[in-house]
């Protein structure tokens, strides 16, 4: 049913979680995919897929083979992240701001900006 409709319509298209709030918002879509419901609108979600959100480092980095260690043991590390309005960027601030010691509302790292290198 949906492949069929997908095709008459040439409606599958990638956009970022931001992008997706807005056309949702504006009621300019009839679904989409996101790894998480937005919070902000009245919708409903049905999951498809268990995903889970990992963090990767080459076998040389030197926690790689701790099992187990405090996140702000990676404060001073350089993350790679998503584009802004992206939920998986999204999903990492909130999960770095909730790291943080309660006397700061932003992780350490907040501040730096993002390498001009590709």
Request: glycine share 6%; proline share 7%.
């Amino acid at each position: 049913m949906f492949g069929q409709h997908i095709r008459d319509r040439g409606a599958l298209r990638r956009r970022n979680r931001e992008t997706l709030v807005q056309l949702l918002r504006e009621n300019q879509t009839d679904l989409a995919v996101m790894g998480r419901p937005p919070r902000e609108l009245d919708t409903i979600s049905e999951p498809l897929a268990e995903n889970p959100n990992v963090m990767v480092a080459p076998v040389t980095h030197r926690l790689a083979k701790a099992g187990r260690f405090d996140i702000q043991e990676l404060r001073h590390d350089t993350f790679l992240q998503r584009e802004a309005g992206s939920g998986t960027r999204l999903m990492m601030e909130e999960f770095l701001r909730g790291t943080c010691s309660r006397r700061s509302r932003s992780p350490p790292w907040a501040a730096t900006k993002p390498s001009s290198r590709r």
